[in-house]
């Protein structure tokens, strides 16, 4: 059950025109379509794009998945939280990701970005979570706030050509096989049952699912772009995986994890060095957290917030 600060948090603030009330908390019911718009129109519209956030990511439409910052009430700044169970070899770890962060552009450089992510941080340690992670390009935005910039991840974009491809269908037997293939090679990985309704990460409009006998990937489709979000297996699944996904456009985004089967088929077999794309930032949140090797956690786009 998720843990609750006392409500909000209310400051005053002496601004030129005199004291302002501004405070941070939980998105309320009948704001949440009041913090839709923005969000959309900031990642989705903004962009060119037509599949808005809350379709993007089954689940999350929730209030109690939403921070905001009201200055005289309304909503200036807001943020998505996305809650997980890491497992490992030994133990597992409660946490967190924090993802669509947003400030009304007037209100930008005043604060309101860092007052939010620090309520975030507060709430998280209430829930007991163990640590929060997200992605960014901008990492010196979060330096000297706690946050740790560690990231395995590899991208490349190999060439492919469109042509006709199977993939196989999103049900309950194709999510056990994934299961199946995840807990015999990834030892660190997301537990829990997977939705039948995978998310649909940015910037891809299709998502496909293909299946061999020990791998599987999940990409995305955009045009003549296709976006491995995951992909794991042996060596011989996936060179017969790689047939099918070459086929799937003309531009093949690889993201996988440096060390992975995959990591290692793509240098051996394809003769390519996918060089390393440092996107995480990691903010230890429990006292069995801060020992953790943060550059070796890699969580797959597909899964991600």
Same mark, same amino acid.
């Given at each position: 059950?998720?843990?609750?600060?006392?409500?909000?948090?209310?400051?005053?603030?002496?601004?030129?025109?005199?004291?302002?009330?501004?405070?941070? +908390?939980?998105?309320?019911?009948?704001? @949440?379509?009041?913090?839709? +718009?923005?969000?959309?129109?900031?990642?989705?519209?903004?962009?060119?794009?037509?599949?808005?956030?809350?379709?993007?990511?089954?689940?999350?439409?929730?209030?109690?998945?939403?921070?905001?910052?009201?200055?005289?009430?309304?909503?200036?700044?807001?943020?998505? @939280?996305?809650?997980?169970?890491?497992?490992?070899?030994?133990?597992?770890?409660?946490?967190?990701?924090? +993802?669509?962060?947003?400030?009304?552009?007037?209100?930008?450089?005043?604060?309101?970005?860092?007052a939010i992510l620090n309520f975030a941080r507060l709430q998280l340690i209430?829930?007991?979570?163990?640590?929060?992670?997200?992605?960014?390009?901008?990492?010196?935005?979060?330096?000297?706030?706690?946050?740790?910039?560690? *990231?395995?991840?590899?991208?490349?974009?190999?060439?492919?050509?469109?042509?006709?491809?199977?993939?196989?269908?999103?049900?309950?037997?194709?999510?056990?096989?994934?299961?199946?293939?995840?807990?015999?090679?990834?030892?660190?990985?997301?537990?829990? *049952?997977?939705?039948?309704?995978?998310?649909?990460?940015?910037?891809?409009?299709?998502?496909?699912?293909?299946?061999?006998?020990?791998?599987?990937?999940?990409?995305?489709?955009?045009?003549?772009?296709?976006?491995?979000?995951?992909?794991?297996?042996?060596?011989?699944?996936?060179?017969?995986?790689?047939?099918?996904?070459?086929?799937?456009?003309?531009?093949?985004?690889?993201?996988?994890?440096?060390?992975?089967?995959?990591?290692?088929?793509?240098?051996?077999?394809?003769?390519?060095?996918?060089?390393?794309?440092?996107?995480?930032?990691?903010?230890?949140?429990?006292?069995?957290?801060?020992?953790?090797?943060?550059?070796?956690?890699?969580?797959?786009?597909?899964?991600?917030?």
């Amino acid at each position: 059950m998720v843990g609750w600060l006392a409500g909000t948090r209310n400051h005053c603030f002496l601004y030129p025109c005199g004291m302002v009330n501004i405070e941070t +908390g939980f998105c309320r019911s009948d704001e @949440l379509e009041t913090v839709l +718009g923005p969000l959309n129109q900031e990642f989705i519209y903004s962009r060119g794009r037509n599949v808005e956030v809350q379709y993007r990511f089954p689940g999350l439409n929730k209030p109690q998945n939403f921070l905001v910052r009201r200055v005289e009430g309304a909503i200036v700044s807001a943020l998505a @939280l996305k809650r997980f169970v890491l497992e490992t070899a030994k133990e597992q770890y409660n946490a967190a990701m924090i +993802g669509l962060v947003w400030t009304l552009p007037s209100m930008r450089a005043k604060g309101h970005a860092a007052a939010i992510l620090n309520f975030a941080r507060l709430q998280l340690i209430q829930e007991q979570r163990d640590f929060a992670v997200l992605w960014t390009s901008q990492p010196h935005v979060y330096s000297g706030q706690g946050w740790i910039e560690a *990231d395995c991840g590899r991208y490349g974009v190999l060439s492919g050509h469109a042509g006709n491809y199977t993939d196989n269908p999103i049900n309950q037997a194709s999510i056990d096989s994934i299961q199946e293939i995840r807990k015999a090679f990834a030892p660190m990985r997301i537990c829990g *049952d997977v939705a039948a309704e995978f998310p649909l990460p940015l910037p891809a409009t299709q998502l496909r699912l293909l299946i061999e006998t020990d791998a599987y990937a999940i990409i995305g489709l955009a045009k003549d772009n296709a976006y491995v979000f995951d992909i794991l297996g042996t060596p011989n699944s996936l060179q017969a995986l790689w047939t099918r996904i070459s086929g799937s456009g003309k531009n093949i985004h690889m993201n996988v994890p440096a060390g992975s089967p995959a990591d290692e088929w793509v240098t051996r077999i394809l003769h390519t060095n996918l060089p390393p794309k440092p996107l995480a930032m990691w903010l230890p949140l429990s006292g069995r957290a801060r020992d953790l090797d943060y550059a070796s956690i890699y969580i797959p786009i597909i899964d991600r917030l």
